[in-house]
């Protein structure tokens, strides 16, 4: 292993405990339930495109995006 540049480390107790659970519960064999997933806030589109609008056009505006990108941006944002 050394010949690959791996290097083998000491487990410690907190490591074994770990792996001797995995070992007796694998993932599938228990009731295991993944947390139901968070409700979006809701959103204001119109905050959201003015922000990423404001955004680009500062990029513009700095030199790190041509015009044409942020033209191309700009109508991909409005739906154009």
């Known amino acids: ?3 690959l540049g791996i290097q ?3 487990l410690d107790e907190n490591d074994q405990a770990i792996i001797t ?3 007796a519960n694998p993932p599938g064999t228990t009731l295991e339930t993944a947390p139901a997933p968070m409700a979006a806030a809701p959103a204001e589109p119109e ?5 990423e609008l404001e955004r680009l ?4 505006d700095r030199g790190i995006i041509s015009d044409d990108d942020f033209e191309a941006k ?4 409005l739906g154009l």
């Open 57 to 60: 056009a500062d990029l513009r």
């Open 47 to 51: 905050a959201t495109y003015l922000d």
């Open 74 to 77: 700009k109508r991909q944002l």
């Open 21 to 23: 659970d995995q070992e």
């Open 1 to 3: 292993m050394r010949d």
């Open 8 to 10: 083998s480390i000491e």
